[in-house]
């Protein structure tokens, strides 16, 4: 049987004590520790594997995260492949699925999932839905190349030809910013497809 925590500087009572819902989580094999600065302890998770459960409050420094919510911290690095991000900093790391309400995303890759409100910084959006927020620095768009069958990959996801013209003629699409629930073409501007489009002389694997 896995072990819930694998190392801890404190008592597993004390860390319990201070941080009741801790205990209500599922995890397994966690490093933690808990350090005094200032008169306020500080929760730090440095390895493991959060199954599902709350996280409160702390330093996230890497490891991976399934599902769960996740209310309020520093995230530091790690994988996120799914649950509910309520607020905190994201410093890095890789996102995979997930609805994130609201936060800080300073830096990382963002692959699926809602984005509802918060602050980007930096960082590369594969896909999902961004309904509001703010950028304050850079978010790479979608990378568009051309296949060696002829199809056009946008980001992660491959279109023939026919899907995009299908796309360009439907301003609903455009508009409500995504295909068929899924592929985010919010950040496509339509001259920029448009302008690929003609481009049919660029060599298989080129990118624009």
């Known amino acids: 049987m896995e072990q819930k925590i694998l190392y801890c500087n404190v008592s597993e009572k004390e860390l319990y004590d201070k941080y009741p819902w ?16 200032d008169g306020i302890d500080r929760l730090s998770w440095l ?25 309020n911290g520093v995230w530091e690095h790690g ?12 410093e890095n790391g890789t996102w995979l699925y997930g609805t994130w309400c609201n936060g800080v995303w300073r830096n990382g890759t963002w692959n699926q999932g809602l984005w509802k409100n918060g602050m980007w910084y930096n960082g590369t959006w594969h896909g999902g839905e961004w309904l509001n927020g703010t950028e304050r620095g850079h978010r790479t768009k979608y990378r568009m190349s051309l296949t060696t ?10 279109f023939s030809v026919n899907k995009i013209l299908k796309i360009l003629a439907d301003p609903k699409l455009f508009i409500e910013g995504y295909y068929n629930g899924n592929i985010n073409l919010f ?15 660029l060599n298989s694997g080129g990118v624009i």
Request: glycine share 12%.
């Open 187 to 201: 950040e496509l501007q339509m001259g920029y497809i448009k302008n690929f489009l003609k481009n049919f002389s």
């Open 79 to 90: 994988e996120w492949f799914s649950g509910t991000w309520e607020n905190g900093i994201w």
């Open 47 to 71: 390895d493991g594997v959060w199954y599902n459960g709350v996280w409160e409050n702390g330093v996230w420094k890497g490891s991976h995260w399934y599902n769960g919510t996740w209310k």
């Open 149 to 158: 069958n002829g199809e056009i990959r946008i980001g992660c996801e491959v």
């Open 22 to 37: 801790l205990e209500k989580a599922n995890f397994s094999e966690a490093i933690i520790t808990v350090t005094r600065k």
